[in-house]
C-alpha cells in the first residue's frame, strides 16, 4: 500500500509563504501525475496544482503565480511553495498521486492563514 505524509503546514501571517512536502513510499515515476489539493470547511475539494511525469506543471486559477509545485524523484518528495498567502488560503491540504485509475491521497495537513 503506498503512503503520503504531508508536512509543513501550520500558521501563518497574510502575505507570509509556506512549503508543504509530501513524502511517498513509492517511486515517483509510478504516478502520473502528483497533486496537491485543498479542502476548505463547507467546500468541495479543490485541485490546486499537479505535475507530471515529464514535469509539466498545471496550477488552478486561485494560486497561479502565487504557488509552485515540484518534486525530487530521488527523494520521493513532492512540496507545494506557498507564496503571498491570504486568509481565504486557509485549508487542509492534501497530496494526491495517480497512477492509471487509481488514486492515493494524504492525510491532510491544516494551513492557517491569519493575523
Known amino acids: 500500500q503506498v503512503q503520503l505524509v504531508e508536512s509543513g503546514g501550520g500558521l501563518v501571517e497574510p502575505g507570509g509563504s509556506l512549503r508543504l512536502s509530501c513524502h511517498v513510499s513509492?517511486?515517483?515515476?509510478?504516478?502520473?501525475?502528483v497533486a496537491w489539493y485543498r479542502q476548505a470547511p463547507g467546500k468541495q475539494r479543490e485541485e490546486l496544482a499537479n505535475i507530471r511525469r515529464n514535469f509539466m506543471p498545471y496550477y488552478g486559477a486561485s494560486v497561479q503565480g502565487r504557488f509552485i509545485i515540484s518534486k525530487d524523484n530521488s527523494k520521493n518528495m513532492v512540496y507545494l511553495q506557498m507564496n503571498g498567502l491570504k486568509p481565504e488560503d486557509t485549508a487542509v491540504y492534501y497530496c494526491k498521486l495517480q497512477n492509471g485509475l487509481t488514486n492515493y491521497w494524504g492525510q491532510g495537513i491544516q494551513v492557517t492563514v491569519s493575523s
Open positions: 513509492a517511486s515517483l515515476d509510478t504516478f502520473d501525475p
